[in-house]
């Protein structure tokens, strides 16, 4: 499987790239050759073709809404192969979370992820889940906090690039 398929570029709704591009800061080389006016599938399709494939995943990383996000960079990661103990716990809680979503898994997550660090692809899917938007992410004893709606695309994009740079 490709990371970038059409069935994961057709989970992307948005009538054109204008809202995608505003939650994060697409590259010169994209600016380059995007129209915020044009259709997701087609801002993708001209990423790849001129070579920009790590700035078509960031743009698909923030256009997906947040369970087909984590769900994307689950299958990505999954390819690779074995996985560590850590790595394999943190994936397994990540994969439940997806089934059903609470607030322990999505704290959990995000405490194995800090065990295994943000150098890891894997420690990436892990915030993505703790970034979700389901709860706050500070200390339960302090007010709530919700996190940025761009932040699951920000740690899906990392886990995915990191993957690839693993791959090489």
Known sequence: MEIIDVHIV??????????????????KEALGVLDPDWSPEHA???LCEKDLER??????????????????G??????KGEL????????????????SPNETLRIRSQQLAERIGLDV???????AVFWSGTGSIVAPELPV?????NMVGHAINAAILLSMIDRA
């Open 74 to 79: 689950v299958r990505v990661l999954k390819q």
């Open 10 to 27: 057709n989970e992307l709704k948005q009538r054109s790239i204008a809202q995608i591009l505003s939650k994060y800061q697409a590259s």
């Open 55 to 72: 700035d078509a995943i960031q743009l698909i990383a923030h256009g997906l809404p947040v369970m087909v996000a984590i769900r994307w």
């Open 84 to 99: 560590t103990r850590d790595h394999e716990k943190l994936l397994t809680c990540v994969e439940s979370w997806l089934q």
């Open 44 to 46: 993708v399709a001209v």
């Open 145 to 149: 906090v919700m996190p940025p709606d």
């Open 121 to 127: 692809d894997i420690g990436w899917l892990g915030y």
